[in-house]
């Protein structure tokens, strides 16, 4: 059998990686796994319902701009976002209804900020991703509460949480995603 020269074998794997991204892309629109009719970037065209919440609720919002910009690692720089409605809250129950208006998975965590830490200075590890050590909660579960794989495109994840006063980084840790823009600070009084 005869050997296949390098640059034929990289040929043939840049062939096969385009056609099984075809194929996946293909899947995901047959099977409804991608944006609703309302487009990506529509929070108000989620496919699932959240329930009542107690407390006082913060809408967030994470954003992607797909494409180019979304290279895997060398994602760039300011190319995501996480928004809250608001800023403050008062201490007490604070239920986060997490709805993802991108194109990628998502998901947010709950850390509280020391000293003069301010949202987005956390350092990134090797591996794409903030120092998560404190954190009280997550949404990161597709239509539903808590943990999971990620809160997927045009849907909502969220938590319910007792907070006690101080500052908060709100933030998406999936690999690259913090460095990439998705943080924000919510001050509870």
């Given at each position: 059998?005869?050997?296949?020269?390098?640059?034929?074998?990289?040929?043939?794997?840049?062939?096969?990686?385009?056609?099984?991204?075809?194929?996946?892309?293909?899947?995901?629109?047959?099977?409804?796994?991608g944006?609703?009719?309302?487009g990506?970037g529509?929070?108000?065209?989620?496919?699932?319902?959240?329930?009542?919440?107690?407390?006082?609720?913060?809408?967030?919002?994470?954003i992607?701009?797909?494409?180019?910009?979304?290279?895997?690692?060398?994602?760039?720089?300011?190319?995501?976002?996480?928004t809250?409605d608001?800023?403050?809250?008062?201490?007490?129950?604070?239920?986060?209804?997490?709805?993802?208006?991108?194109?990628i998975?998502?998901?947010?965590?709950?850390?509280?900020?020391?000293?003069?830490?301010?949202?987005?200075t956390?350092?990134?590890?090797?591996?794409?991703?903030?120092?998560?050590?404190?954190?009280?909660?997550?949404?990161?579960?597709?239509?539903?509460?808590?943990?999971?794989?990620?809160?997927?495109?045009?849907?909502?994840?969220?938590?319910?949480?007792?907070?006690?006063?101080?500052?908060?980084?709100?933030f998406c840790?999936?690999?690259?995603?913090?460095?990439?823009?998705?943080?924000?600070?919510?001050?509870?009084?």
């Amino acid at each position: 059998m005869k050997t296949l020269s390098r640059s034929t074998q990289i040929l043939i794997g840049a062939i096969a990686t385009v056609l099984l991204t075809a194929l996946s892309m293909t899947g995901i629109a047959l099977l409804g796994g991608g944006p609703n009719p309302g487009g990506a970037g529509n929070p108000g065209t989620t496919r699932c319902a959240a329930p009542s919440f107690a407390g006082t609720v913060v809408n967030v919002t994470t954003i992607d701009r797909g494409g180019p910009m979304m290279a895997g690692p060398r994602m760039m720089r300011g190319s995501m976002r996480l928004t809250a409605d608001r800023a403050t809250v008062a201490h007490g129950k604070v239920s986060f209804l997490v709805t993802n208006a991108g194109t990628i998975p998502h998901e947010m965590l709950v850390v509280p900020v020391a000293g003069t830490q301010s949202a987005g200075t956390r350092p990134v590890g090797r591996d794409g991703r903030a120092d998560e050590a404190g954190s009280l909660g997550e949404a990161s579960a597709a239509c539903a509460e808590g943990e999971g794989e990620g809160i997927l495109p045009s849907t909502s994840g969220w938590v319910t949480l007792d907070l006690p006063p101080g500052r908060y980084e709100l933030f998406c840790n999936l690999p690259g995603h913090y460095w990439a823009g998705m943080y924000t600070e919510l001050t509870v009084t």
